[in-house]
């Protein structure tokens, strides 16, 4: 009986190592890549199973049911985290099961432009090839529901910068980003205003930016472009930027700005109504919105472009009708 015994605790023993060197190697032991470097995308929601079943597809063989016994008896099996995954070399299954659950996916990224309208961030985002197209073919209403915002009009809610997310992400996850940037900042540009800025809230601060944003020709002007559009709306004199104009004309506009079109009447015409148009008619960025809430102090009412990205400020009409002569006028008969 003693004998028995013994000998049953031997294969017992020797299961036991061999099991323990059997798990070792497994460890250790690189899993299984068809071809380097190699990439995979897990959507959200994916289980261990379905993660290690898209793995396989992509020619990753990590051991099938002993990846899945491992996590699960390290307490990783539910923190599989969505993302795109890409192997540069073949890692051992705990550094494969560590990315899975850190979430050390790929990234990408998206740069939304200073002056850019909405048609053109949402064809930056369609055209995207690592993000989920989700606002493909949404409406504007159901797309500011989508993102949580509180306005009623996409145009300039969004703030250009430049946006890395994992590949695979939905355009959504990067409007909702874009946009509370843009409250945050705008938020915080608004509680440290000149306190004599003429708007109403932020929002109209809003909308000036969008035009000192598309106005100014060099980026040191930004504050005097500002100073003489707010300098206009104290004293009820319209805005009068051709801006405003091309937005209101949208895709109709055909790049020659006629005259036809500075008498038609409509909302964004800044010709014919005084005031502020209704929306922002582009993307500011954060220096010309701290130009709009920080004008300079000037008396210009008037500017016109000298043709070199600089602009000449005037007083008074007179004197703009001079300068408009001198630097645009001549230029035109010069330039015949």
Known sequence: MFF????????????????????AWYLLRPVSVGSLPVEFELVAGTRLRSAIATMERAGIDAGGLRFEL???????APKIKAGSYELSRAPTPLQLLRR????????????????????????????HPFL?????GMDDAALLARVGA?????????????????????????LRRAYRAMMRHLDDEWQ????????????????????????TGRAGERDLIAGALTN???????????????????????GNLRKVH??????????????????????????????????AKTDALYYVARGDGSSQFSRTLSEHNRAVIKYQLSGRRNNK
């Not at 206009?232 to 055909?254: A, C, H, K, S």
Request: charge should be neutral; proline fraction near 6%; glycine fraction near 8%.
């Open 4 to 23: 028995l015994i013994k000998r049953l605790l031997f294969v017992a023993l020797s299961v036991l190592v061999a099991g323990a060197g059997y798990v």
């Open 192 to 215: 440290k205003r000149d306190p004599d800025v003429p708007y109403r809230d932020s929002y109209e601060a809003l909308i000036m930016a969008s035009i000192v944003e598309k106005e």
């Open 150 to 174: 509180r306005q009623g009009h996409p145009e300039g809610l969004f703030l250009p910068d430049t946006y890395l997310f994992a590949k695979g992400s939905s355009d959504l996850a990067v």
């Open 100 to 127: 899975l659950t850190q979430g050390d996916v790929t990234q990408a990224e998206l740069t939304l432009i200073e002056g850019w309208h909405i048609r053109q961030l949402r064809a930056a985002l369609d055209r």
């Open 262 to 295: 500075l008498l038609a009447d409509g909302p964004y015409n800044s010709y014919t109504r005084a005031g502020l148009p209704p929306t922002p008619i582009a993307l500011a960025g954060l220096e010309s919105l701290r130009a709009a809430l920080h004008p």
């Open 70 to 76: 491992l996590a699960r008896a390290i307490g990783h």
């Open 132 to 136: 989920r197209h989700d606002t493909a």
């Open 232 to 254: 206009r709306l104290r004293i009820g004199m319209r805005l009068q930027v051709d801006p405003t104009v091309i937005y209101g004309l949208g895709e109709n506009f055909d």
